[in-house]
Structures are given as C-alpha cells and as structure tokens.
C-alpha cells in the first residue's frame, strides 16, 4: 500500500478537483468488456478541447486513440499504430484534424518553445542530433484540412512498406470547433490501401 505523497498532492486544489471528478465517474464506472472493439484507431491532436470518442458516438473500449500536436505521423504515433494493427487487429485509422489548431500558424507559440528549449540537451537525451527544432516539433503553415490529409497520406505511403498485405484503409476528417462536426474526406479508391 503507499500513500499519496502529501507534498505534492492538492497543494492548489488540483488533485483534489481531480478526485472528485473521479469520484462521479466511478461511480457509474462500468468495465469495457473488450479492448478496441471498432477495431478502428484515431489519430488526432492533443487540443483540451477535442474529445475523441464523444464527438464520434464512440465509448471507452471502442476505438485506439493516438494524440500528439498537431495529429502527426511521429515515429511515436506510428509505434502506437503499429501495435493497433497488428497486436490488437485493427484495420481502420482515421486522422481528425480540427480547426484553429495552435500547430498551425503558431504566431509566438513556436518562438517561446525554441527560446525555452536547449536542443543539444535534447539532441543528446533522444541520441540524435536535432537538426531544425520547429520542424521536429510539427509546427507548419499549412491549412488544417491539408495537414491531415497529408499525414493521411503518409500512413497510405509508410503502412504497406512496414506492415505488407495487411488490408488497412486510412480515412481523413477535420473537426470543427465551433460546430463540434467531424467532416470526413470522401475515401476514393486511390488513397485507399491496397490490402
Ligand atoms: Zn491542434
């Protein structure tokens, strides 16, 4: 048994703000039977105000979900969709991208991660040399729609070489945050993957 450490628990509140919020959902808490029963992967950002399953009609124990900045095909995202499609069978992945992304035109926000960041300590702790920090981060000027589609594409390009003859198909979508609709690409047989 341990104790919580007391100093560093809910000395502003937080944890105890976050134990009740746990306390309402345990309480109607019910165990998902199987794990990824879509058998479907979403790959999206990592924004607060994104909330994967809900906004797809999906619940706990349905679909994977993948989030970093920006929903890029990171080498992480990829460790995470390999083990989706091949460990746990799935066969869909859908990137969601979403509006007003702070990736995208990033204004200051790049400027203060670059300022704050030191990328020799962090060339050597990934033992590689980061060669252009904003590109290794994700930041980009491209329309979010098209950033998707790009990372979209990607996985259509990046599967079939590491995973051959597993039958996945790719799927693309923007999430709008003023509406909360998901608008999905129309899948046509070219970007589908071949199986
Ligand atoms: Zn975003």
Same mark, same amino acid.
């Given at each position: 048994?341990?104790?919580?450490?007391?100093?560093?628990?809910?000395?502003?509140?937080?944890?105890?703000?976050?134990?009740?919020?746990?306390?309402? +959902?345990?309480?109607?808490?019910?165990?998902?039977?199987?794990?990824?029963?879509?058998?479907?992967?979403?790959?999206?950002?990592?924004?607060?105000?994104?909330?994967?399953? =809900?906004?797809?009609?999906?619940?706990?124990?349905?679909?994977?979900?993948?989030?970093?900045?920006?929903?890029?095909?990171?080498?992480?995202?990829?460790?995470?969709?390999?083990?989706?499609?091949?460990?746990?069978?799935?066969?869909?992945?859908?990137?969601?991208?979403?509006?007003?992304?702070?990736?995208?035109?990033?204004?200051?926000?790049?400027?203060?991660?670059?300022?704050?960041?030191?990328? =020799?300590?962090?060339?050597?702790?990934?033992?590689?040399?980061? =060669?252009?920090?904003?590109?290794?981060?994700?930041?980009?000027?491209?329309? =979010? +729609?098209?950033?998707?589609?790009?990372?979209?594409?990607?996985?259509?390009?990046?599967?079939?070489?590491?995973?051959?003859?597993?039958?996945?198909?790719?799927?693309?979508?923007?999430?709008?945050?003023?509406?909360?609709?998901?608008?999905?690409?129309?899948?046509?047989?070219?970007?589908?993957?071949?199986?």
């Amino acid at each position: 048994m341990s104790t919580p450490p007391t100093e560093e628990h809910g000395r502003d509140g937080f944890c105890e703000r976050l134990q009740r919020g746990n306390d309402a +959902w345990a309480s109607a808490y019910r165990r998902p039977e199987v794990n990824g029963s879509a058998k479907a992967v979403v790959l999206t950002c990592m924004d607060s105000r994104i909330p994967p399953l =809900e906004m797809l009609g999906l619940a706990p124990g349905e679909a994977f979900i993948i989030r970093n900045a920006g929903n890029s095909v990171t080498d992480d995202a990829l460790r995470s969709l390999i083990v989706c499609l091949t460990a746990m069978e799935c066969r869909k992945v859908l990137v969601v991208g979403h509006t007003c992304c702070g990736m995208r035109c990033p204004g200051d926000l790049d400027r203060r991660v670059s300022e704050a960041v030191d990328v =020799e300590g962090l060339s050597a702790g990934l033992g590689r040399s980061i =060669e252009d920090l904003g590109d290794w981060l994700g930041f980009h000027h491209v329309p =979010e +729609w098209e950033w998707a589609e790009r990372q979209a594409d990607r996985l259509r390009d990046l599967l079939p070489r590491i995973l051959p003859g597993l039958p996945v198909r790719v799927f693309t979508a923007l999430y709008d945050l003023d509406s909360g609709r998901v608008r999905f690409a129309q899948p046509s047989q070219k970007r589908n993957m071949r199986a």
